[in-house]
T-cell receptor, first 112, second 117 residues
Framework: AQSVTQPDIHITVSEGASLELRCNYS??????LFWYVQSPGQGLQLLLK??????LVQGIKGFEAEFKRSQSSFNLRKPSVHWSDAAEYFC??????????FGAGTTVTVRA | SAVISQKPSRDICQRGTSLTIQCQVD?????MFWYRQQPGQSLTLIAT?????????ESGFVIDKFPISRPNLTFSTLTVSNMSPEDSSIYLC??????????????FGEGSRLTVL
């Protein structure tokens, strides 16, 4: 069975500082990996995805993630955080059946 | 990307009643799913909505409680039956790629926030 662990429940970061959100997954084959962002009262927006190929993936809003098979990780990074990045971030794993398993989420607070 | 409309966006319901949530997509899609997000929690897959046939439910979810329809490639409904306060959640429709494509991406509607009193 597939599963996702996001070890950090809540992260506070200063505006302009860098951000890294951790994600570890468990999956028997090559996974499809995703990061979604959910702003308060909103649905989920896809930030980026990894299916195969280059292990460093660029997404929207200046985010990137790196797939590390040896560590079963897919950490999300942003070099310089903006106040609008305050949201809930979900890592998800799936396969070609499009059924996703989500992590518990990480809440990001941005302080001025 | 597909544009997904969910109705209602939010509702307050009485215990014991049922509510049907609609999901409309602006293009034909291969896959449609329903997820539940309980307060302060992550998303859990309820079922896959299959066009023209019975939905496929995940462990812990049953058709009597969450009947689902999908009459065509752009529309699906989820009914939450005989509601109790424990059903208070956000219910999200998600869709796979448009027919004829294979992006691997899932797109989500904005969700329907149900509060059961």
């Amino acid at each position: 069975a597939q599963s996702v662990t996001q070890p950090d429940i809540h992260i506070t970061v200063s505006e302009g500082a860098s951000l890294e959100l951790r994600c570890n997954y468990s999956y028997g084959a090559t996974p499809y990996l995703f990061w979604y962002v959910q702003s308060p009262g909103q649905g989920l927006q896809l930030l980026l995805k990894y299916f195969s190929g280059d292990t460093l993936v660029q997404g929207i809003k200046g985010f990137e993630a790196e797939f590390k098979r040896s560590q079963s990780s897919f950490n999300l990074r942003k070099p310089s955080v903006h106040w609008s990045d305050a949201a809930e971030y979900f890592c998800a794993v799936g396969a070609n059946d499009y059924k996703l398993s989500f992590g518990a989420g990480t809440t990001v607070t941005v302080r001025a | 990307s597909a544009v997904i409309s969910q109705k209602p966006s939010r509702d307050i319901c009485q215990r014991g009643t049922s509510l049907t949530i609609q999901c409309q997509v602006d293009s034909q899609v291969t896959m449609m799913f329903w997820y539940r997000q309980q307060p302060g929690q992550s998303l859990t897959l309820i079922a896959t909505a299959n066009q023209g046939s019975e939905a496929t439910y995940e462990s812990g979810f049953v058709i009597d409680k969450f009947p689902i329809s999908r009459p065509n490639l752009t529309f699906s409904t989820l009914t939450v039956s005989n509601m109790s306060p424990e059903d208070s959640s956000i219910y999200l429709c998600s869709v796979g790629p448009q027919t004829g494509t294979s992006t691997g991406e899932l797109f989500f509607g904005e969700g329907s926030r149900l509060t059961v009193l």
